[in-house]
């Protein structure tokens, strides 16, 4: 087209302009002529205007500078008679090109709105100007408002064009993928993600899997990643691989009932209750093998198919197993983007023949299942040789972008020491030695933790984190001896101790986390070392006490004495997530449990802070701890509870706590752990026992040796156990002259002075029997199994680990001293309880122990229901045991401490009690059969009946049990 004298001439038509055109097409639609104003140079005030007005519809024909308004009726009467069927007025149809209503949206706190989504996920504001072509008005409800609504995505979804089915899901990808940050926590009044899945969008995914475009596929793949598989949870547990090697198990529990139904459940079903599961019903690994072996798609779906592959190997062992049974499918994958080389030039549009770290990733979660599973990867996948040729990869150099090259070296240090663990590939370790010597020296003399410009990278730091641990790995290896292993402690011990010196220093903490885990992998290593020495030969132990003891004491007294070693233990108080107010996320569902990296409102978990030191000091403690075994002490108890700032251990013990059960709060568990271990041969530290006794109910599987040796060395040792103090403070607290004397069918009838002797009688007689009562704690609580998988897991034991793949539950529940009551009463009302009085004992030594641990803690008043109702089960347990005197004593005891700061809030929800008052009901009945007048079984049964209690309770009694 050529431009002459402001005229755009018409190429099909020469010497005409496209104006002229435009008026003779208008002149033969309409029947009107015209006039010719081209030529003129007309201003605004002589622009002529015909307006044809009809119920404020209108239409405007421009020709050129004459403007025509014509109502959408009249021209519909002119073409009636032109064109077939035009004769029909649909008005409805014609009512998306009138004008929008203006209507002003009002908005409040108690009425919410419709949430509509940009195309990148995010919630547009009602009241937001949203530019015409963006692309985000249509014509359903609220037309007036830009953006698309979950339900109208799905519309989409269902549509038979393409484009329209890919729109909606890069939409709902965008959504998922911010959901999973905790944006839109507490925007919702429903779980965004349980909606999407009880409405089917699985199964509309796996079904957008099977279509022939390729775009389609591309799609449906990444949202598919998108809900499955956030990506902030795997990278937080990539930043914490390095504390602990271990993965958690990320199936779903489900009820027995369910369980047994699951066959005869629709895919649809299953996938509510079981959402991978479900998609292995659906044959997705069929289908992911098909897309990345016949369509080779570009990179973005290759790495959303090896998202879903991680997310699924999580699932459970059964799943790793389908994974590998796929026919080609893990060959596939190590054979494509794994090769055993490093490739001469990247290519930005295909992955295929080149390095992807996700792909070492997903090998490394499979083989954290079991040790078989390992051994398959590297003899069958060859996963060795290309292991080898990552580990020393220089991003600086490589043909690969330096994230990727960054990514894929850390990712093989993983990757082996998960294979180490296993004492697989040894001989590749002996091979490559000299090489990990090589980079150790370049660490021991080039790299510094002072947080200043001194030229090195984060990457160094990584590393070396990595290279040490697998050095530290190594050590468990049984196949290597003393002597083959001592070459390694000397240049890992410089480090250590240079690092510390370098630490201490420093004016304030980094803020890179990590220098902090390369400092950690280098204490981790030494305590690991003299682990080792200590199984070899004691006088190996004597001989480095000699000879590298004295440095390494002061290097670490240097520390612990330092300005920067209080800023960093307040850290911990500051960061603590126990002692947090933060709440547990509610964006995931049964079906698809995460590990909770980010919790409630989008915060993330404080252990996952770049500034956090929690690491690094659980590694000190713990390297103090390991040297009081070889009575070696690196710090005082008094030098490390200086630092440790008080009100962390006492709200510990108090207060109630945050994130008991999530994954991520393993790591502070363990920083308690090592703590008290460090402080456990001062037994005047009561304060210790106090966390220790909380502390047991906080750590999580595989540290059941933990917790046994918390009850050996802590909990149930003499030395925190004195008689005279614990009464002395007892005493103090339980002033036994308030309780009545209580008639019971025993003739137990005492005076307030023998009640006195009798109650400390007891503890007495229990705090002398403590070693039968921590051995009925241990033989009922841990099993001796787990105990000695824990201890070869904690100490590097590598030819006796078979899985490094754990659940995130605790190794015993908050109510652990309990459990002998509870077993008792569980078994009574199953009716497997046969003889009563063969439980006695250990009701007896269960209420001592609990008369005796309330002298070392406080309890909230929450803390003070949950007792009221476990104590309330003694009465169900049989219908005699507490008519025993031994009980009835501690009962008294027990009860008077739980009112002494006032009654129980039985309105409180209390774990383990589905309903307060189907409980007091039973006590109801309970009583109304077997009391015989126990004036203790009537104050359990009065207590509820206060004013300040739940109305229920009085109902129960005094209108529904009057005959009481």
């Not at 004459?66 to 077939?84: A, C, D, G, R, Y």
């Not at 949202?223 to 602990?244: F, H, K, M, R, W």
């Not at 009901?921 to 009537?938: H, M, N, T």
């Not at 739940?950 to 009694?957: H, I």
Request: with cysteine.
């Amino acid at each position: 087209m050529d431009c002459e004298g402001g005229a755009v001439k018409s190429e099909t038509q020469p010497g005409k302009t496209d104006v002229e055109i435009t008026d003779k097409l208008v002149e033969e639609l309409t029947g009107t002529t015209i006039k010719d104003n081209h030529e003129d140079q007309l201003t605004s005030t002589n622009i002529t205007e015909q307006l044809i007005e009809k119920d404020d519809t209108k239409q405007l024909i421009s020709t050129g500078s004459t403007e025509q308004l014509i109502s959408t009726e009249k021209l519909v009467e002119q073409l009636s008679h032109k064109f077939p069927n035009m004769n029909r007025d649909e008005p409805e149809k014609r009512e998306w090109m009138s004008d929008l209503p203006q209507r002003e949206l009002v908005l409040n706190d108690s009425a919410g709105y419709s949430a509509r989504f940009g195309f990148e996920g995010e919630i547009l504001d009602p009241k937001a100007k949203v530019d015409v072509n963006s692309g985000l008005y249509h014509h359903g409800e609220e037309a007036d408002r830009a953006g698309y609504t979950l339900s109208e995505l799905f519309t989409l979804l269902r549509s038979s064009s393409a484009r329209q089915r890919v729109l909606a899901l890069n939409t709902i990808s965008a959504i998922m993928d911010k959901y999973w940050t905790g944006m839109y926590d507490n925007c919702f009044g429903v779980n965004l993600l349980e909606e999407l899945v009880q409405c089917g969008a699985i199964s509309i995914l796996r079904s957008c899997l099977d279509e022939k475009e390729e775009s389609l596929i591309c799609s449906a793949t990444e949202c598919l990643a998108n809900i499955i598989a956030p990506q902030g949870e795997e990278a937080a547990l990539d930043v914490t691989s390095v504390y602990s090697l271990e993965n958690p198990v990320l199936a779903p529990t489900l009820d027995p009932e369910v369980a047994e139904e699951e066959m005869e459940l629709k895919d649809h079903e299953l996938a509510q209750v079981d959402l991978i599961a479900g998609l292995l019903r659906m044959d997705i690994l069929p289908r992911l093998r098909y897309i990345l072996t016949v369509l080779k798609p570009d990179p973005g779906v290759v790495l959303a198919s090896l998202r879903i592959l991680i997310r699924m190997a999580r699932h459970s062992a059964q799943t790793c197993q389908h994974i590998l049974n796929c026919p080609g499918l893990m060959h596939l994958v190590t054979s494509q983007f794994l090769p055993a080389f490093i490739p001469q030039e990247y290519s930005k549009t295909s992955l295929y023949g080149l390095p992807v770290h996700l792909a070492c990733k997903l090998c490394r979660i499979i083989a954290s299942w079991h040790v078989k599973y390992a051994q398959a990867m590297v003899t069958e996948l060859k996963l060795e040789r290309s292991l080898m040729v990552y580990l020393t990869i220089d991003p600086s150099e490589a043909s690969i972008p330096p994230r990727e090259s960054v990514l894929l070296c850390i990712e093989a240090f993983r990757t082996w020491t998960v294979l180490l663990r296993y004492n697989l590939t040894l001989q590749t370790y002996s091979s490559i030695y000299p090489i990990l010597m090589r980079l150790l020296l370049y660490f021991v003399n080039n790299v510094d933790v002072t947080g200043g410009d001194t030229g090195k990278s984060e990457f160094d730091d990584d590393v070396g984190a990595w290279l040490i641990t697998v050095l530290s790995t190594v050590l468990g290896s049984p196949d290597l001896g003393l002597a083959e292993l001592s070459g390694l402690y000397a240049p890992v011990e410089t480090c250590a101790r240079k690092w510390l010196v370098q630490l201490s220093r420093l004016p304030e903490p980094l803020t890179n986390q990590s220098s902090y885990n390369l400092l950690a992998s280098a204490i981790t290593f030494l305590s690991i070392y003299i682990n080792k020495l200590k199984s070899f030969d004691e006088s190996k132990v004597d001989a480095w006490k000699q000879s590298n003891g004295a440095g390494l004491k002061e290097a670490v007294t240097s520390f612990a004495k330092s300005a920067i070693a209080k800023k960093l233990f307040s850290k911990v108080y500051d960061q603590s997530v126990y002692l947090s107010s933060v709440e547990k996320e509610h964006r995931s569902v049964n079906g698809l449990p995460i590990t909770g990296a980010v919790l409630n409102s989008g915060a993330v978990h404080p252990v996952l802070a770049p500034s956090s030191p929690m690491h690094l000091l659980t590694q000190i403690l713990r390297l103090n701890a390991t040297c009081i075994n070889i009575d070696f002490e690196l710090l005082p108890a008094d030098i490390i509870l200086q630092s440790v700032d008080n009100k962390y251990l006492q709200e510990l013990s108090t207060q109630k706590l945050s994130a008991i059960s999530n994954w991520y709060s393993r790591h502070e568990s363990r920083f308690l752990f090592w703590l008290v271990m460090c402080c456990r041969n001062d037994g005047t530290k009561t304060q210790i026992h106090s966390v220790a006794l909380r502390l047991c109910g906080l750590l999580q599987k595989p540290d059941d040796i933990l917790v046994k040796e918390l009850m050996e060395q802590v909990i149930f040792a003499p030395k925190f156990l004195r008689a005279e103090n614990l009464l002395a403070h007892f005493m103090g607290r339980i002033n036994v002259d308030d309780v009545l004397p209580l008639v019971s069918a025993t003739n137990l009838n005492p005076s307030s002075t023998n009640n006195h002797h009798s109650v400390v009688n007891v503890v007495e007689k229990s705090v002398k029997n403590i070693d039968s009562i921590k051995d009925m704690y241990l033989t009922k609580l841990l099993n001796e199994t787990h105990c000695r998988f824990s201890l070869a897991f904690h100490n590097a034991s590598n030819d006796q680990l078979k899985r490094q793949t754990f659940s995130g539950e605790s190794v015993l529940a908050q109510d652990w001293q309990y459990f002998p009551l509870l077993e008792t009463y569980n078994l009574e009302q199953s009716g497997k309880l046969k003889d009563t009085s063969q439980h006695l004992d250990a009701i007896v030594n269960c209420l001592s122990w609990l008369l005796i641990s309330n002298a070392t803690s406080s309890n909230t008043c929450g803390n003070r229901t949950a007792e009221f109702y476990r104590l309330a089960t003694v009465f169900l347990a049989g219908n005699d045991i507490f008519l025993n005197g031994d009980i009835h004593i501690l009962l008294v005891a027990l009860l008077n401490e739980i009112c002494r700061e006032g009654p129980p809030d039985l309105a409180a929800i209390v774990p383990g009690i589905t309903s307060g008052h189907d409980f007091y009901i039973q006590l109801l009945e309970q009583f109304q059969a077997v009391s015989y007048g126990d004036q203790l079984f009537a104050m359990f049964i009065c207590i509820p009946l206060g004013m300040s209690q739940p109305e229920g309770f009085r109902k129960s009694l005094w209108l529904e049990r009057q005959e009481l």
